[in-house]
């Protein structure tokens, strides 16, 4: 259900100048999962030479919001309402993540939002080392509403 503009954005999202300064890109995008990826580099780095925190934050800010609302199309409303992350060790390297909302989960959003009212889902994501070590831990509650 994607417009003109979201593919657009899907295409150009890595040069958004806060991921370009972070290293964020982008590696793969289709209808429901997109995966991310940051090289640590002297812009994202802290200074015991690790990735910065808010780095690790923003690779995944905007992810579960952008999937959902392309799925459910222009009638539906779709934000970031609160976010929290969980660090659980130093991320060295490149580290990635993996966004997926499986479609029945979009379908349930779809019927759930049908008569007008909010719906909060929640989202998580894991931040990962390239050995698929677990680096940090990221939950998302998004607001969903259908347009009146």
């Known amino acids: 259900m994607s417009t003109g503009w979201q593919r657009f954005q899907e295409q150009f999202i890595n040069f958004y100048p806060p991921f370009l300064g972070a290293g ?5 995008i289709d209808a429901n999962t997109v995966r991310v990826e940051m090289k640590l580099t002297a812009l994202n780095r802290n200074i015991f030479g690790v990735h910065f925190g808010g780095s690790l934050y923003a690779l995944c800010d905007p992810w579960f919001a952008l999937i959902l609302l392309r799925e459910l199309g222009s ?3 779709v934000w970031d309402k ?3 992350i969980q660090f659980l060790q130093p991320g060295r390297g490149t580290v990635s993540a993996t966004f997926h909302i499986p479609q029945d989960r979009i379908d349930e959003i779809r019927l759930a939002a049908e008569s007008g009212q909010k719906i909060e889902p929640t989202f998580s994501v894991d931040v990962v080392d390239p050995n698929g070590g677990l680096i940090a831990r990221v939950d998302k509650l998004l607001y969903v509403r259908r347009k009146k």
Not at 24 to 28: A, D, G, N, Q, Y
């Open 24 to 28: 964020i890109r982008s590696r793969k």
């Open 75 to 77: 009638d539906y409303i």
């Open 82 to 84: 609160a976010a929290s």
